[in-house]
């Protein structure tokens, strides 16, 4: 409704009570056009209809909307189910061209302003969150392994020449396998920055592709020294990739990375979303802080690409807006703090300990080795049974695990190292937990673990079988 279509119900309507609509209506105007002025996240959550005008004003400047459209190309937004173009918000033809996933369509004018403001709201969370120099990022619509791949493939074309990424251990496949599919050669280390150094200095500087850092991890390992690392990639002039999949949410990680790239280099960063913003599982931010090269990773990616990740964080956080979003945050850390605080109470109760991570602000990690000692099969049990009590995300870690990834062979697999002392339990407090998730946690471990002293580590049939299919 324009202004003379206002005019006119008044003709129709009391003009009062027309008026008092229009008054209405520029209320959720005002608020889109300071989105679009400023770029940024507003300080206060829209509400929903709010979102749903703002979405459904995007929509109508797609071309598959435009009323009369004649579309003879081999793509042109058709949808043959009208529940998936509910779904999207009938924003149908995606982001980005062939050629650039930041390009602009001309005939999607709504879904490339949809991306734009989306990468520009993101970028202000990034800041809001604790790097507040990070010049540049985007949506891309793959998860944390394919994103960092991304970077990866890019550094490539920089470095033809390079064939090596030094990578401090962490026991997690798509970090490992971001590396294998990008063709290039891993050389794997334990976490020093000696260590580090050491190997750059054996294998030549012009040979190795990147130092591949990590910030978010499973205890009992901690982030990354960043700022020891940053500095020995810019005196040794080698790019350095971090992977922050789920350290948007942690003041210390985003503190990490705001001094590594203060200190040192820092190329980009990756981080996930639907860990960081609760979203569905599908998008990650490749961020940094020089503005043509995040250009040069966005024009790397073939083809266009889903809308959906984009969509999905663009509504999240115009949902929450800033302050919604930092007592996500704050909630996350305050509960982090109960979590420590049960798990360490409940280990003393069963002659475990909470193992002394400091440095890790989300995961935690709590021994095992009165089960060890009960039994084998005793600490792999415990994972069985809180999987079939719907205890979900808790891990089970044992003593000794070998894995083979794509023709990789880890010892100590999970552990992050060969020979950990000891089996242990992993829990996190990520955005979203509450203190009922912590509270029932606890409970119902607390209940495994007495069985489980109580029949000495025997297995049963219905626990068996979830540990095999695991």
Request: charged share 20%.
């Amino acid at each position: 409704m324009n202004s003379d279509n206002f005019n006119l119900s008044e003709k129709i309507v009391s003009p009062s009570y027309i008026r008092q609509g229009s008054q209405a209506r520029r209320g959720h105007e005002q608020l889109i056009r300071q989105l679009l002025e400023q770029g940024k996240c507003p300080e206060e959550g829209w509400s929903e209809s709010t979102v749903e005008l703002f979405l459904s004003e995007l929509a109508v400047m797609d071309s598959n909307n435009f009323l009369g459209n004649c579309g003879v190309g081999e793509r042109e937004g058709r949808v043959a189910s009208s529940l998936v173009a509910r779904r999207h918000y009938r924003l149908i033809h995606g982001i980005g061209r062939s050629g650039d996933i930041a390009a602009i369509q001309p005939k999607a004018a709504g879904s490339s302003l949809l991306n734009k403001l989306t990468n520009s709201v993101v970028l202000d969370v990034l800041k809001l969150a604790g790097v507040r120099s990070v010049a540049s990022c985007f949506v891309v619509p793959m998860a944390t392994g394919m994103s960092l791949t991304l970077c990866f493939l890019t550094l490539r074309h920089r470095r033809p020449k390079a064939r090596y990424i030094i990578w401090p251990r962490i026991d997690q496949k798509s970090c490992f396998k971001s590396m294998i599919t990008a063709g290039d050669h891993m050389t794997r280390i334990q976490l020093t920055v000696f260590s580090v150094e050491r190997k750059i200095e054996e294998l030549g500087a012009e040979n190795i592709l990147c130092v591949h850092s990590t910030t978010s991890c499973f205890a009992p390992r901690v982030p990354d020294r960043l700022e020891e690392l940053s500095s020995l990639c810019s005196k040794h002039d080698i790019p350095h990739i971090v992977n922050n999949a789920y350290g948007v949410q942690s003041s210390k990680c985003m503190h990490l990375i705001q001094q590594g790239a203060r200190v040192g280099r820092i190329d980009a960063f990756v981080q996930s979303l639907d860990k960081n913003f609760m979203v569905p599982v599908g998008g990650a931010i490749i961020a940094g802080f020089d503005e043509s090269f995040i250009q040069e990773i966005s024009k790397m990616y073939p083809g266009r690409a889903s809308a959906s990740p984009s969509l999905d964080v663009l509504i999240t956080l115009l949902t929450l807006g800033v302050c919604g979003y930092k007592k996500y945050l704050s909630e996350r850390k305050e509960i982090y703090s109960f979590l420590a605080e049960q798990l360490k109470s409940l280990a003393s109760a069963h002659g475990e300990r909470l193992l002394h991570t400091p440095h890790n602000p989300i995961s935690l990690a709590m021994s095992l080795d009165g089960l060890q000692a009960n039994s084998d099969k005793a600490v792999t049990q415990l994972g069985s049974m809180l999987f079939t009590r719907q205890v979900s995300g808790a891990r089970v870690i044992p003593l000794g695990k070998e894995q083979t990834v794509s023709g990789h062979t880890f010892r100590g697999f999970m552990s992050h190292s060969e020979s950990y002392p000891c089996p242990y339990l992993n829990a996190a407090s990520a955005v979203g937990i509450t203190r009922e998730d912590v509270t029932v946690c606890i409970k119902r471990l607390d209940k495994c673990l007495k069985t489980l002293k109580k029949e000495g580590g025997a297995v049963s049939s219905s626990d068996q079988e979830v540990s095999i299919g695991e």
